[in-house]
T-cell receptor, first 114, second 114 residues
Framework: ETGVTQSPTHLIKTRGQQVTLRCSSQSGHNTVSWYQQALGQGPQFIFQYYREEENGRGNFPPRFSGLQFPNYSSELNVNALELDDSALYLC?????????????FGPGTRLTVL | AQSVTQLDSQVPVFEEAPVELRCNYSSSVSVYLFWYVQYPNQGLQLLLKYLSGSTLVKGINGFEAEFNKSQTSFHLRKPSVHISDTAEYFCAAQNSGGYQKVTFGTGTKLQVIP
């Protein structure tokens, strides 16, 4: 158990819809990252939030956005869903101390876009 | 920029035989290296990590990895595999600075044959 939970576990949407995925981190984890893992691929970094501000972003369009809340929960929002957005979405959290910090992954949310 | 290459997409091995999963990385800055395991329909579990110090790192479930700076490799090994080791394994590199972005390889599926 990593202490990181995600909801829902599975989700089915249609093209053009919007979706919100949620992550609950361990207490004290001030940094959360989101990853997209397409079938048969490694996780791809979407973005990272530190103390409720985005401080890093991968090669994903602006329709991927996020929020981080003071209670160590966070959201990933995806607008105008496309078929290629079908993937496992993973969140990972850590307590950034200025040194190397191990991140802990949640079990993921599997999103299917029809 | 950094990249991680896992040289084998699939590795079949008989039970109780040794196994090596290969990982090479490239980076313009110092990186820290990780191996994660993913069981079907689950998130990522940290197996081991190299931050500094001894180049031979021991992890959970009897796995170990050796950091080789000159060859930019971080291969994962286990002297005797079990059926329960059947899973997908991901090598990852994390920036030592900035927002500590993590880059994953494409994964190696380890199939242990009874």
């Amino acid at each position: 158990e990593t202490g990181v939970t995600q909801s829902p576990t599975h989700l089915i949407k249609t093209r053009g819809q919007q979706v919100t995925l949620r992550c609950s981190s361990q207490s004290g984890h001030n940094t959360v990252s989101w990853y997209q893992q397409a079938l048969g691929q490694g996780p791809q970094f979407i973005f990272q939030y530190y103390r409720e501000e985005e401080n890093g972003r991968g090669n994903f369009p602006p329709r991927f956005s996020g929020l981080q809340f003071p209670n160590y929960s966070s959201e990933l929002n995806v607008n105008a869903l496309e078929l290629d957005d079908s993937a496992l979405y993973l969140c990972a959290s850590r307590r950034s101390t200025g040194r190397t910090d191990t991140q802990y992954f949640g079990p993921g949310t599997r999103l299917t876009v029809l | 920029a950094q990249s991680v290459t896992q040289l084998d997409s699939q590795v079949p091995v008989f039970e109780e035989a040794p196994v090596e999963l290969r990982c090479n990385y490239s980076s313009s800055v110092s990186v820290y290296l990780f191996w994660y395991v993913q069981y079907p329909n689950q998130g990522l579990q940290l197996l081991l990590k190299y931050l500094s110090g001894s180049t031979l790192v021991k992890g959970i479930n009897g796995f170990e990895a050796e950091f080789n700076k000159s060859q930019t490799s971080f291969h994962l090994r286990k002297p005797s595999v079990h059926i329960s080791d059947t899973a997908e394994y991901f090598c990852a590199a994390q920036n030592s600075g900035g927002y500590q972005k993590v880059t994953f390889g494409t994964g190696t599926k380890l199939q242990v044959i009874p």
